[in-house]
C-alpha cells in the first residue's frame, strides 16, 4: 500500500488515545482498530448475523445491539470460541482498517491497534509507535478510569505481550510519563519525521 502507515500501540491504560488526539491536532488522520472492532459488530451488520447464528438470541440486547459481556463470557474461558470468533472478526477488522488508510487524505495515517504485536498487524505498517509507562502507573491509571479493581487490571495486562518484548518491537517509543508540554513536543518532533519518511517511501 502506497499510503505510509504509523502502528501506534502500547499497553492499557498507557495513554494511547492522548497521543493519537495530537497527532490529529497536526491534521493527520486516525484509524483507531477498537472503533472499527465495534463497527463490525454493530447492529444489522454481517459480523453480528454470523455470531447471533451460531450463539442464539440470547447475545442481543432488547435493542437489537450486541450484548458485549455475553459474549465474553461465552469466549473468556473457551478457546474453540474465542478462535472462532477471531476467524471471524480479524479479517473484517483487518479489511476496515486497511480501507479508511486508503481513503485517508493526510501525509500519513496513525493506525491505533492496542494488540499491534500479539495480532501479527505490525506487518501492515511502515514503522511503529510504543506509547510506554511503568506498569505500576498503568494499574492505577487504568483502575482509576474504568472503576476496577487493580487486579482485574493486573489480569488484562498479563494477557498482552509483555513490556520488553513490546518496547523491542518498537521503533519509536513515547515515554508518557513527561509533561503535558514535553509530550507535545516529542510528537511534533516524531511527526515532522514521519513527514519526512512518508514523501521519501
Known sequence: MSKYIVGLTGGIGSGKTTVANQFAELGIELVDADIIARKVVEKGSDGLKKIVLRHGQKLLQPSGE???????EIVFDNEKERLWLNNLLHPMIRNAMLLAVKNAKSAYVIMIVPLLFENG???????????????HEQIARTAKRDGVESAQVERIIASQIDRNTRLSKADNVIENTQSPEA?????????LRYLAQASSA
Do not use: C, F, G, K
Open 66 to 72: 450486541l450484548d458485549r459481556a455475553a459474549l465474553r
Open 183 to 191: 509530550l507535545r513536543d516529542t510528537v511534533q518532533l516524531l511527526h
Open 121 to 135: 498487524l505490525d506487518s501492515l505498517v511502515n514503522t511503529t509507535l510504543v506509547v510506554d509507562i511503568p506498569p
